[in-house]
T-cell receptor
């Protein structure tokens, strides 16, 4: 199936831990994103990469570090997790025309 | 900056028509998008407007007025499966890769 896939689906962890979320797309898109959706369903852009190069960094704490080893992959590493990091994190990609975002199924992160 | 407003929640009856409004203020405009998000799932693309007017796609239509900073999503012949959140998003001219989302409108369709 052609899609944006991210793992894990659920992530439950303690404050202070470090965790990673992985994302892969096989749609041939050049641009990938991380979005955070909070409990009020507000979807906020965090980062974007175009062909492995960081193009958007929306004032996210530097505990969050994205990494794009190639244009089909965009991972998110979070250090020293805090309670406020609890949210659903969505990976997404867009084709060159940028007419729409294709989202992964989301990772629900719960920090206890 | 971006400011996007939508009603928080709406309720409508199966078979009816519902209009979900979105107003926006943006420093430069390069497209307005509507996404549907069912509970616990990813948002999926519904429509895209960059010029004024109505875009129709089956039971769903989206309207844009750039001078008024206003859009609406019109859903006809409502079905129970249309119960979902509807997210309005704006893309600014200064960055073609940015999509700013409103907080979404939760639509409840009742029998």
């Amino acid at each position: 199936d052609t899609a944006v896939s991210q793992t894990p689906k659920y992530l439950v962890t303690q404050m202070g831990n470090d965790k990673s979320i992985k994302c892969e797309q096989n749609l041939g898109h050049d641009t990938m994103y991380w979005y955070k959706q909070d409990s009020k369903k507000f979807l906020k852009i965090m980062f974007s990469y175009n062909n492995k190069e960081l193009i958007i960094n929306e004032t996210v704490p530097n505990r969050f570090s994205p990494k794009s080893p190639d244009k089909a992959h965009l991972n998110l590493h979070i250090n020293s997790l805090e309670l406020g990091d609890s949210a659903v994190y969505f990976c997404a990609s867009t084709p060159a025309t940028n007419e729409k975002l294709f989202f992964g199924s989301g990772t629900q992160l719960s920090v206890l | 900056g971006q400011n996007i407003d939508q009603p928080t929640e709406m309720t409508a009856t199966e078979g009816a028509i519902v209009q979900i409004n979105c107003t926006y203020q943006t420093s430069g405009f390069n497209g307005l998008f509507w996404y549907q998000q069912h509970a616990g799932e990813a948002p999926t693309f519904l429509s895209y407007n960059v010029l004024d007017g109505l875009e129709e796609k089956g039971r769903f239509s989206s309207f844009l007025s750039r001078s008024k900073g206003y859009s609406y999503l019109l859903l006809k012949e409502l079905q129970m499966k249309d119960s979902a959140s509807y997210l309005c998003a704006v893309r600014p001219t200064y960055n073609f890769n940015k999509f700013y989302f409103g907080s979404g409108t939760k639509l409840n369709v009742k029998p």
